[in-house]
């Protein structure tokens, strides 16, 4: 089975920065996608920032320039590290990777716990 934890939320003020990480452990043979959605109350889940197996990134419009995501494959851990917050941040950050378990495992999306993030304005 493969566990994903996140760490790094918390509560920062307008304009401060944090930097969430999720480290993914078990059964791991390869990861391709990494990524971070997020998930206000009332709201849908939405994606904020996804990086490939390559490096490629694609981000949402209105964190793109804040946030950045990066990954670090000899620790089977994504970031995202977020600056100028804005109250409108303020959600629930979910990790999610797509993990082949072994060399003939079919691939499956796993999903972090959750980290709540509040901006205070």
């Known amino acids: 089975q493969v566990q994903l934890v996140e760490s790094g939320g918390g509560l920062v003020q307008a304009g401060g920065s944090l930097r969430l990480s999720c480290a993914a452990s078990?059964?791991?043979?390869?990861?391709?996608?990494m990524g971070w959605y997020r998930q206000a109350p009332g709201k849908q889940r939405e994606l904020v920032a996804v990086?490939?197996?390559?490096?490629?990134?694609n981000y949402l419009d209105s964190v793109k320039g804040r946030f950045t995501i990066s990954r670090d494959n000899a620790k089977n851990t994504v970031y995202l590290q977020m600056n100028s917050l804005k109250p409108e941040d303020t959600a629930v950050y979910y990790c999610?990777?797509?993990?082949?378990?072994?060399?003939?495992?079919?691939?499956?999306?796993?999903w972090g716990q959750g980290t709540q993030v509040t901006v205070s304005s």
């Open positions: 999610k990777m797509g993990v082949r378990p072994s060399k003939l495992g079919y691939w499956s999306d796993y």
């Open positions: 078990g059964s791991i043979f390869s990861i391709n996608a």
């Open positions: 990086i490939s197996s390559g490096g490629s990134t």
